[in-house]
């Protein structure tokens, strides 16, 4: 109808112009134009039978990888938590997100290289090492360092009190950056336990990333100085109250003032800013990536758009390399407000997965008492992972969210113990079918059928929208419709007791369905189960 508008024609008979260029033989059976001039098509059962028999021929499920000259090298910076601390939840977020992104990028036929972009580097740094420092002297930095964050606070509590502890944790950063080996082997050892923290973490998440993906902040102090004299060089940067910024038209204020990009301040020192410069060259540059995305929280936003305005402008990334800020929102607590504990503190992540396990091993206590209690974890083990990661991804990320054990651990709805268990029932239908004939050929007749099958073919159309948009909530709607069309199935069309000829058609849609479950639910992180 917008095309007829602007061709000035009436829109059916626009309509009827494209029906006549349409070349669906087998394809569409009934093509109508309909209504103001939509134009209705109807896909052959034949042609629906013929693409699902060849995802099951093929085991790829019907998905078209991308071709060798639209593969592209994807950097995903993700999880990118500050050493100094534990990890906490907005830190979920960008794990979840980030893994998922990789795991459907690679699929799709995308190069990934993950970068995780932890904070490594800054003032905090000499505090805790010079902490870290006291206490292996007096043997009691072990015992603290078992929780980050109570080490940081007591670091921080002495620094405030301790005007002699506040003057060496100075001297400390300034030996830091004057390479003192010393110094420097204690900053390795405090970097090297909480990098430890969060391995604890990925590995409970089963997420993939590794130290071969740590490209932290440090990483950039050698290039630091090198892009301050480059922005000045180019006449990009000015000096201004002692510290060199950039200022950016395009990001004025209503008053016309632009906006300041500090790259150094007025001390010399250099800020995230001036890291993230460093770091968009280095990845254009040396790890010639052709989209970045940053999986950071929304409240970066205006960072970001600046990072990116400017490094255009400096010729730090080219206009053919695609830059993103996949942001996402906050995550609540009940009163709406960011998620907390009881006392008001950060949420641990470890804390939060063990209460996880534990809820999720009493539920499955309750509905299966009398499974095995090994089975019992291992199955709370899937099932609470699962469910924390399909909570987030499922969600529009840009919105915030109010975390909630019980939706999130609920077997019905939009969740993942509902896909894990629709998973357990369609393997249970299969292991039931005994033998049977894997190459039987299927026939779609029933519209239970044919909403299945249709709604199979289209796994690669979501696939290959995730990685338009970035957003994994495709997958999940996907995966959840898909779940429910089988459901829909079941109810309408008997399985084991039909005919032998419709038996084996129905058992072949069972299969590409499980494959497909299995796999969506892989992608985006989370393990199925056999049974439950
Ligand atoms: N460490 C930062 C934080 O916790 C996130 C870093 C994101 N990546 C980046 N290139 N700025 O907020």
Redesign the pocket.
């Known amino acids: 109808m917008a095309a007829a508008k602007t061709a000035k024609t009436n829109p059916r008979l626009l309509a009827q112009q494209v029906v006549d260029k349409l070349e669906l033989d087998g394809i569409v059976n009934t093509i109508e134009i309909a209504g103001p001039g939509f134009i209705n098509l109807k896909m052959a059962p034949e042609y629906l039978s013929h693409r699902l028999t060849e995802a099951l021929r093929l085991g790829d499920l019907g998905l078209a990888r991308v071709s060798q000259e639209a593969q592209q090298r994807v950097v995903i ?1 993700y999880s ?3 050493l100094a601390k534990e990890m906490h939840v ?2 979920l977020r ?1 794990t979840i997100i980030g893994d998922a992104l990789a795991r459907v990028f690679r699929f799709a036929g995308h190069e990934v290289i993950a ?1 995780n ?3 490594d580097w800054g003032t905090q740094f000499g505090m805790l090492t010079a902490y870290l420092d006291d206490g292996e002297q007096s043997g009691t930095a072990s015992m603290d360092l078992a929780d980050l964050e109570v080490f940081y606070k007591s670091a921080k509590k002495r620094f405030d009190e301790d005007q002699d502890f506040a003057n060496r944790a100075r001297e400390y950063v300034v030996k830091l950056q004057g390479g003192d080996p010393h110094v420097g082997a204690s900053w390795k050892r405090f970097l090297e336990i909480s990098m430890h923290h969060c391995e604890e973490i990925y590995r409970a998440l089963g997420v993939g990333l590794t130290r071969a993906d740590v490209h932290g ?1 440090s990483a950039y102090n050698d290039d630091l100085p090198v892009v301050v004299a480059d922005l000045k060089a180019r006449g990009l940067s000015t000096t201004s109250e002692g510290a060199q910024v950039v200022f950016l038209d395009d990001f004025a204020n209503n008053k016309g003032e632009p906006a300041a990009y500090i790259v150094q301040k007025q001390d010399g020192g250099y800020l ?1 800013s001036t ?2 410069l460093a ?1 968009m060259r280095y990845r254009v540059g040396t790890l010639k990536a052709d989209r970045i995305l ?4 929304a409240r ?1 936003q205006l ?2 758009q600046q990072l990116f305005s400017l490094s255009r402008r400096a010729g730090y990334c080219p206009p053919e390399v695609q830059l993103e800020h996949v942001g996402f929102g906050v995550v609540l607590g009940d009163d709406g407000k960011p998620f907390k504990t009881r006392s008001g503190d950060t949420v641990k992540l470890a804390d939060l997965l063990s209460e996880a396990t534990s809820r999720a091993f009493d539920l499955v206590t309750a509905k299966t008492p009398d499974t095995p209690e090994p089975e019992r974890r291992a199955i709370a083990k899937a099932v609470s992972i699962g469910a924390v990661k399909y909570f987030d991804l499922s969600k529009n990320r840009s919105t915030d969210y109010v975390f909630d054990w019980d939706s999130m651990l609920s077997f019905e709805g939009n969740t993942a113990p509902y896909l894990q268990y629709a998973y357990t029932r369609v393997r249970g239908v299969l292991r039931r079918a005994g033998e049977w004939d894997q190459a039987a050929a299927i026939s779609i007749i029933d519209p239970a059928e044919r909403q299945l099958a249709l709604h199979l073919t289209r796994f690669y159309e979501a696939i290959h929208t995730v990685v338009r948009e970035a957003m994994p909530s495709y997958l999940c709607t996907y995966l959840y419709e898909l779940s429910a069309s089988l459901m829909r199935f079941y109810e309408a069309c008997p399985i084991l007791n039909a005919t032998e000829q419709v038996r084996g058609s129905r058992l072949q849609l069972c299969r590409l369905t499980a494959d497909t479950l299995r796999t969506g639910l892989g992608l985006l992180g989370i393990e199925v189960l056999e049974t439950m």
Not at 294 to 297: G, L, S
Request: aromatic share 14%; hydrophobic share 20%; charged share 15%.
């Open positions: 910076d990118s938590p500050n907005g830190h960008s970068q972009h932890v904070g902040e995230y890291t993230d770091a940053y999986v950071v929280d970066q960072h970001f």
